[in-house]
């Protein structure tokens, strides 16, 4: 069973740099065909998919937050790390960590993590 634990600050100051860490058990980050991926929601918003860390190392950004956003694995670790840059409070929201399987489908999630973006 794979189980996704997001970490990290829950608050972040604007125009700071928002990093979270996703730490994964039960499974392994370079296993073949699965995407790593970060997803938020906004207050009284749906779902953004963020961008993803695939099983060989590389990453894919959604466009709109590509400028902003890094994503990186340490494997000795079995983590996932997301950077987001620049923030101001539309950043502010839960963020998730999931596994994409070779389907495309969301197969496991973390619990989510609130982060608030405030002076």
């Known amino acids: 069973q794979v189980q996704l634990q997001e970490s990290g600050p829950g608050l972040v100051r604007p125009s700071q740099t928002l990093s979270l860490t996703c730490t994964i058990s039960?499974?392994?980050?370079?296993?073949?065909?699965?995407?790593w991926s970060w997803i938020r929601q906004a207050p009284g918003k749906g779902l953004e998919w963020i961008g993803y860390i695939a099983w060989s190392g590389s990453p894919y950004y959604s466009p709109s937050l590509k400028s902003r956003t890094s994503i990186s694995r340490d494997t000795s670790k079995n983590q996932f790390i997301l950077e987001l840059t620049s923030v101001t409070p539309e950043d502010t929201a839960v963020y998730y960590c999931?596994?994409?399987?070779?389907?495309?489908?969301?197969?496991?999630w973390g619990q989510g993590t609130q982060v608030n973006v405030s002076s």
């Open positions: 999931a596994r994409v399987d070779g389907t495309y489908s969301l197969d496991y």
């Open positions: 039960g499974g392994s980050i370079t296993t073949n065909s699965y995407y």
